[in-house]
């Protein structure tokens, strides 16, 4: 709403992308043997490198911000990319040079929307407007002759226009004559961020920062045959241009993409699918035994000291989480629709939901933010009685979406503001702006709901509240002049060191304390109100400086999602990007990059996550999501989201990129992950690492991340921060909490014992010192196996098994094998999941092991999209148009071995409801395991589950 180096990823596009590490070429002296493509080299004129230690100090390198958004992940050597061989500088062997940078002087270099997106002034020491590549002469002596010229190259903060001109690239003659071309914006460049393909810009290179997906491309401009001298690079539009190598050829390379409509039929590879809401009483997917009815019959939430939570009535017994978000008019539905909407959700196993983006729809049009609507209301409550009377819990936020008039807004003393952006970055220091929330808060919390007969406050199903959504303030506060003005202003009389700015430490840990005592003054005034519902705030970005405020919190909240949609035209609005990676072959970036949000100590819970359609991949998530919050021991989740509108909550449908209730992929994915999570199926990890959030390094830039490199360590270790020196994190908090080893960035002090320095080499020394087992992670940070033994994660293959005595959950590869205890699954030739759970019978007291199991559950996932979806390649990059549906679901096969206990066993395929549908073959040869061949597509139908009984 981001790691090192990744295998590259096989791009559709393109014959071959590959990274030969430490590899050399003999620029302008040596050809390709099989294209005759020659390197040239940019060496004296390269004037950065890819690594860039400190943002904005406009020393570089790359974009000069910062580790958190550099190319460190790039090696130098030899990059073979659709045919084209690049000498990629080894800035050590350079003076720290490995790319042309090009800019001007009162430019600045932003963030792309997302994560800490502020921007960040480049004063472009080192770097001009323009840069000259000398052909060096060939073995006789004379200027070499090229027909083809070839870039790799990027954009950074590009150009929003199409076709828009970036730069221009002319290429200079013996003869004193040239060939000039100009560098067009999407189509002969692009973002190096979320790269997107073109019809002259290839994607030859991708990888992974912490803030982003990341990528260079392969253009190629025609020059003439004759003698050529040099070539001369000059930026000219409103976007850095990165150059980091250069080659040559006499015959042609395609290079880039055509665009050509690629639409989503019926065929081999695609067949309709009946996708449906309802969940079948009694069915395989009727998890409602799981529920404790009514909401808050065991009294009120709260918090433990080891950071989890339980119920009043119930101490010492361990809850978990997970439902969805509802949000605008989903949450505003007839009674007979919310009956029937909170009855799904009951059989669906979910025990919570955020009613979230409500806020617009209940206050009273025409109104003052505050005036709240009552037949809206009422609507509202007859929800919340509703998901209360069977067993589910209600999470909300008090500030999401609403409007604010323009009265208010003047008297706050902004006229004529954007009312969003602008409460959430004046509320700390605008008595105005809270006094609106203050109001909004009281009518909705102290007003009795007639169908419960207990206020918002006082119901002890209400269990979480955020005051104000995203909100974290340092985030909100560099857009406006104005208001950026207000904060130098408050730091200048609170009489700290140094000038007000982000270039200041001082001023940084200054926002965020003003953050900090923000929300301990919306707490306090939502404790007056009486209720007991537990408070947290920030729920947005990994940035190590609010690591004090967090601490704070009831609990801790982070949001964050795979292949979020990028919106190249119009927000919110088609066409819609989509970057269409692999989580796992990102080393589940998702959800591995919030995690060392975690603080230690305190509940840790994601009210938004969400695996965004269409991504080939987010099959994935039926696996990352509940495997590895159950290793790391998290308490909440909440997929965003369920529905968008009334009628996709009752109905569903085919166009929306969040709403699972349109999606039979993420919505089967969800059940099963709920329930493996719920049931705590999967062990927490066994050792506890911390990032110790120091002010040396926290708050020498404004939103500072978190190490790219620790993020990886929550796949194999539970990972969280706490706020302090690693000796204080120690002293305070090291036996409470369990801690094998405080890890850190930069400090000014010695470590203490079981501290260790963030570094390249920090994987292998925690595994010399025992904190995590040997050969936890694989010398190429490709393998990851957790510290349980249940989960191991391969980036290099794409394959993940999360294997307990529960269930068996495989992400698997085109042809790939996994073995669990009681499963292997030989794959077919399309990638997906496979999910293996037991299930609870009447003769079970408790969910059963699988090798003992009655009833079982099999979901078989792949790809689904609408009938008629429309992307501008096939490569799923760019969605022109959903479609009208009916849904389609993608070809896929595979082969389950299973070892279970002896038993008269049957199977079915089981359709969207879980109601079975027919008979499968099942197979056993005598004393030997059983055989069961699933397929999404067969004669008879399409399926993506299955049960099996005895």
Same mark, same amino acid.
């Not at 010492?316 to 007839?334: P, T």
């Not at 269409?614 to 999501?625: H, I, K, T």
């Given at each position: 709403?981001?790691?090192?180096?990744?295998?590259?990823?096989?791009?559709?596009?393109?014959?071959?992308?590959?990274?030969?590490?430490?590899?050399?070429?003999?620029? =302008?002296?040596?050809?390709?043997?099989?294209?005759?493509?020659?390197?040239?080299?940019?060496?004296?004129?390269?004037?950065?490198?890819?690594?860039?230690?400190?943002?904005?100090?406009?020393?570089?390198?790359?974009?000069?911000?910062?580790?958190?958004?550099?190319?460190?992940?790039?090696?130098?050597?030899?990059?073979?990319?659709?045919?084209?061989?690049?000498?990629?500088?080894?800035?050590?062997?350079?003076?720290?040079?490995?790319?042309?940078?090009?800019?001007?002087?009162?430019?600045?270099?932003?963030?792309?929307?997302?994560?800490?997106?502020?921007?960040?002034?480049?004063?472009?020491?080192?770097?001009?407007?323009?840069?000259?590549?000398?052909?060096?002469?060939?073995?006789?002596?004379?200027?070499?002759?090229?027909?083809?010229?070839?870039? #790799?190259?990027?954009?950074?903060?590009?150009?929003?226009?199409?076709?828009?001109?970036?730069?221009?690239?002319?290429?200079?003659?013996?003869?004193?004559?040239?060939?000039?071309?100009?560098?067009?914006?999407?189509?002969?460049?692009g973002n190096w961020r979320d790269p997107a393909s073109a019809e002259n810009a290839g994607i030859a290179w991708e990888s992974e920062n912490a803030t982003a997906s990341i990528g260079l491309y392969v253009s190629r401009f025609r020059v003439d045959e004759k003698p050529l001298a040099s070539i001369e690079f000059l930026q000219t539009g409103g976007a850095a241009w990165m150059i980091v190598a250069l080659s040559a050829s006499r015959q042609p390379i395609n290079v880039g993409v055509v665009p050509k409509d690629f639409i989503i039929e019926p065929g081999?590879?695609?067949?309709?699918?009946?996708?449906?809401?309802?969940?079948?009483?009694? /069915?395989?997917?009727?998890?409602?035994?799981?529920?404790?009815?009514?909401?808050?019959?065991?009294?009120?939430?709260?918090?433990?000291?080891?950071?989890?939570?339980?119920?009043?009535?119930?101490?010492?017994?361990?809850?978990?989480?997970? @439902?969805?978000?509802?949000?605008?008019?989903?949450?505003?539905?007839?009674?007979?629709?919310?009956?029937?909407?909170?009855?799904?959700?009951?059989?669906?196993?979910?025990?919570?939901?955020?009613?979230?983006?409500?806020?617009?729809?209940?206050?009273?049009?025409?109104?003052?933010?505050?005036?709240?609507?009552?037949?809206?209301?009422?609507?509202?409550?007859?929800?919340?009685?509703?998901?209360?009377?069977?067993?589910?819990?209600?999470?909300?936020? *008090?500030?999401?979406?609403?409007?604010?008039?323009?009265?208010?807004?003047?008297?706050?003393?902004?006229?004529?503001?954007?009312?969003?952006?602008?409460?959430?970055?004046?509320?700390?220091?605008?008595?105005?702006?809270?006094?609106?929330?203050?109001?909004?808060?009281?009518?909705?919390?102290?007003?009795? =709901?007639?169908?419960?007969?207990?206020?918002?406050?006082?119901?002890?199903?209400?269990?979480?509240?955020?005051?104000?959504?995203?909100?974290?303030?340092?985030?909100?506060?560099?857009?406006?002049?104005?208001?950026?003005?207000?904060?130098?202003?408050?730091?200048?009389?609170?009489?700290?060191?140094?000038?007000?700015?982000?270039?200041?430490?001082?001023?940084?840990?200054?926002?965020?304390?003003?953050?900090?005592?923000?929300?301990?003054?919306?707490?306090?005034?939502?404790?007056?109100?009486?209720?007991?519902?537990?408070?947290?705030?920030?729920?947005?970005?990994?940035?190590?400086?609010?690591?004090?405020?967090?601490?704070?919190?009831?609990?801790?909240?982070?949001?964050?999602?795979?292949?979020?949609?990028?919106?190249?035209?119009?927000?919110?609005?088609?066409?819609?990007?989509?970057?269409?990676?692999?989580?796992?072959?990102?080393?589940?970036?998702?959800?591995?990059?919030?995690?060392?949000?975690?603080?230690?100590?305190?509940?840790?819970?994601?009210?938004?996550?969400?695996?965004?359609?269409?991504?080939?991949?987010?099959?994935?998530?039926?696996? #990352?999501?509940?495997?590895?919050?159950?290793?790391?021991?998290?308490?909440?989740?909440?997929?965003?989201?369920?529905?968008?509108?009334?009628?996709?909550?009752?109905?569903?449908?085919?166009?929306?990129?969040?709403?699972?209730?349109?999606?039979?992929?993420?919505?089967?994915?969800?059940?099963?992950?709920?329930?493996?999570?719920?049931?705590?199926?999967?062990?927490?990890?066994?050792?506890?690492?911390?990032?110790?959030?120091?002010?040396?390094?926290?708050?020498?830039?404004?939103?500072?991340?978190?190490?790219?490199?620790?993020?990886?360590?929550?796949?194999?270790?539970?990972?969280?921060?706490?706020?302090?020196?690693?000796?204080?994190?120690?002293?305070?908090?090291?036996?409470?909490?369990?801690?094998?080893?405080?890890?850190?960035?930069?400090?000014?002090?010695?470590?203490?014992?079981?501290?260790?320095?963030?570094?390249?080499?920090?994987?292998?020394?925690?595994?010399?010192d025992g904190v995590i087992p040997a050969g936890s992670i694989s010398a190429d940070r490709a393998r990851y196996a957790a510290d349980t033994g249940e989960i191991e994660l391969r980036a290099d293959t794409g394959t993940v098994k999360a294997v307990s005595p529960r269930s068996e959950l495989f992400v698997l590869a085109p042809g790939s094998r996994l073995d669990g205890a009681c499963v292997s699954v030989v794959n077919g030739g399309t990638r997906c999941s496979i999910s293996v759970i037991a299930l609870a019978t009447k003769a079970d007291a408790a969910?059963?092991?699988?090798?003992?199991?009655?009833?079982? #559950?099999?979901?078989?996932?792949?790809?689904?999209?609408?009938?008629?979806?429309?992307?501008?390649?096939?490569?799923?990059?760019? *969605?022109?148009?959903?479609?009208? /549906?009916?849904?389609?679901?993608?070809?896929?096969?595979?082969?389950?071995?299973?070892?279970?206990?002896?038993?008269?066993?049957?199977?079915?395929?089981?359709?969207?409801?879980?109601?079975?549908?027919?008979?499968?073959?099942?197979?056993?040869?005598?004393? @030997?395991?059983?055989?069961?061949?699933?397929?999404?597509?067969?004669?008879?139908?399409?399926?993506?589950?299955?049960?099996?009984?005895?």
């Amino acid at each position: 709403m981001s790691d090192a180096t990744l295998p590259l990823r096989a791009f559709a596009a393109f014959a071959l992308s590959v990274f030969l590490p430490g590899a050399s070429l003999s620029a =302008n002296a040596t050809a390709s043997a099989s294209a005759q493509v020659t390197p040239l080299s940019i060496r004296e004129a390269a004037n950065r490198g890819f690594r860039d230690q400190v943002a904005g100090d406009g020393r570089g390198g790359w974009t000069d911000q910062g580790p958190d958004n550099d190319l460190a992940t790039l090696r130098p050597g030899v990059l073979t990319a659709s045919g084209v061989t690049f000498d990629i500088i080894n800035p050590d062997d350079n003076e720290g040079r490995s790319a042309i940078v090009l800019g001007r002087a009162s430019q600045q270099v932003a963030s792309d929307a997302g994560e800490a997106a502020r921007e960040s002034t480049d004063t472009r020491t080192g770097i001009s407007e323009s840069a000259t590549v000398k052909i060096a002469a060939g073995e006789n002596g004379a200027p070499p002759s090229y027909r083809f010229l070839y870039l #790799l190259h990027a954009a950074a903060n590009p150009l929003k226009t199409p076709g828009e001109v970036l730069g221009t690239l002319t290429a200079h003659y013996a003869d004193g004559s040239e060939t000039r071309h100009e560098i067009k914006n999407k189509t002969d460049i692009g973002n190096w961020r979320d790269p997107a393909s073109a019809e002259n810009a290839g994607i030859a290179w991708e990888s992974e920062n912490a803030t982003a997906s990341i990528g260079l491309y392969v253009s190629r401009f025609r020059v003439d045959e004759k003698p050529l001298a040099s070539i001369e690079f000059l930026q000219t539009g409103g976007a850095a241009w990165m150059i980091v190598a250069l080659s040559a050829s006499r015959q042609p390379i395609n290079v880039g993409v055509v665009p050509k409509d690629f639409i989503i039929e019926p065929g081999p590879e695609w067949a309709p699918y009946h996708h449906s809401l309802d969940i079948e009483k009694g /069915g395989v997917f009727d998890f409602s035994s799981t529920l404790h009815a009514p909401a808050g019959k065991f009294g009120a939430i709260r918090a433990t000291p080891a950071g989890h939570f339980e119920f009043e009535g119930r101490p010492g017994e361990r809850v978990r989480f997970w @439902g969805v978000n509802l949000c605008f008019s989903a949450q505003y539905l007839e009674k007979e629709e919310a009956d029937l909407m909170a009855e799904r959700f009951a059989r669906s196993g979910y025990n919570t939901v955020r009613f979230h983006h409500f806020d617009g729809g209940v206050v009273r049009k025409g109104g003052l933010s505050w005036e709240l609507d009552a037949a809206q209301l009422d609507k509202l409550d007859y929800l919340f009685a509703a998901l209360k009377k069977r067993g589910i819990y209600i999470n909300i936020d *008090l500030y999401a979406s609403r409007g604010f008039s323009a009265e208010e807004c003047a008297s706050w003393g902004f006229p004529g503001g954007k009312s969003r952006d602008l409460f959430k970055a004046i509320l700390p220091v605008n008595n105005g702006a809270f006094e609106s929330w203050r109001r909004f808060a009281k009518n909705l919390l102290t007003h009795k =709901n007639p169908h419960t007969g207990l206020t918002w406050a006082e119901d002890p199903a209400l269990i979480g509240i955020c005051p104000v959504n995203e909100n974290p303030l340092f985030n909100h506060i560099e857009g406006d002049p104005k208001i950026f003005a207000l904060y130098k202003e408050a730091f200048e009389k609170a009489g700290l060191p140094g000038k007000p700015g982000t270039s200041n430490p001082a001023f940084n840990q200054f926002i965020h304390e003003l953050n900090r005592q923000s929300d301990a003054r919306l707490f306090a005034y939502l404790r007056s109100l009486g209720t007991k519902a537990l408070l947290t705030g920030a729920n947005y970005t990994i940035a190590q400086g609010l690591a004090a405020v967090r601490a704070e919190y009831d609990y801790v909240d982070c949001h964050s999602y795979w292949d979020h949609p990028k919106f190249p035209v119009k927000s919110w609005a088609a066409p819609f990007a989509f970057g269409q990676g692999s989580s796992v072959k990102a080393r589940a970036k998702m959800p591995n990059r919030i995690m060392p949000v975690r603080i230690f100590g305190r509940p840790f819970v994601s009210t938004e996550f969400n695996f965004c359609r269409p991504n080939q991949y987010r099959f994935e998530g039926a696996v #990352l999501m509940p495997a590895y919050a159950s290793l790391q021991d998290w308490d909440a989740l909440y997929n965003f989201q369920y529905a968008k509108d009334d009628r996709m909550a009752i109905h569903g449908g085919v166009d929306n990129y969040f709403a699972i209730a349109t999606d039979p992929v993420g919505l089967i994915a969800d059940r099963t992950g709920s329930l493996v999570f719920q049931r705590f199926d999967i062990a927490p990890a066994k050792h506890a690492i911390a990032y110790a959030v120091n002010p040396d390094e926290a708050f020498t830039s404004l939103g500072r991340l978190f190490p790219g490199e620790f993020s990886p360590l929550g796949l194999v270790a539970r990972i969280g921060s706490l706020p302090d020196r690693p000796s204080g994190v120690l002293t305070k908090f090291g036996a409470a909490q369990n801690l094998d080893a405080v890890v850190t960035g930069e400090t000014r002090q010695e470590l203490p014992p079981k501290a260790y320095l963030m570094g390249d080499d920090l994987a292998a020394g925690l595994e010399r010192d025992g904190v995590i087992p040997a050969g936890s992670i694989s010398a190429d940070r490709a393998r990851y196996a957790a510290d349980t033994g249940e989960i191991e994660l391969r980036a290099d293959t794409g394959t993940v098994k999360a294997v307990s005595p529960r269930s068996e959950l495989f992400v698997l590869a085109p042809g790939s094998r996994l073995d669990g205890a009681c499963v292997s699954v030989v794959n077919g030739g399309t990638r997906c999941s496979i999910s293996v759970i037991a299930l609870a019978t009447k003769a079970d007291a408790a969910p059963p092991a699988l090798a003992d199991a009655r009833r079982i #559950l099999v979901t078989h996932l792949t790809n689904a999209l609408p009938q008629g979806a429309k992307f501008s390649h096939t490569d799923y990059k760019l *969605l022109k148009y959903w479609g009208t /549906g009916p849904h389609l679901v993608q070809r896929g096969s595979a082969t389950l071995t299973l070892r279970l206990s002896d038993g008269d066993w049957k199977a079915w395929a089981v359709d969207a409801t879980g109601k079975r549908i027919r008979g499968i073959p099942l197979t056993r040869q005598a004393g @030997g395991p059983l055989t069961l061949a699933v397929s999404t597509i067969d004669k008879a139908g399409t399926q993506l589950a299955y049960e099996l009984a005895r």
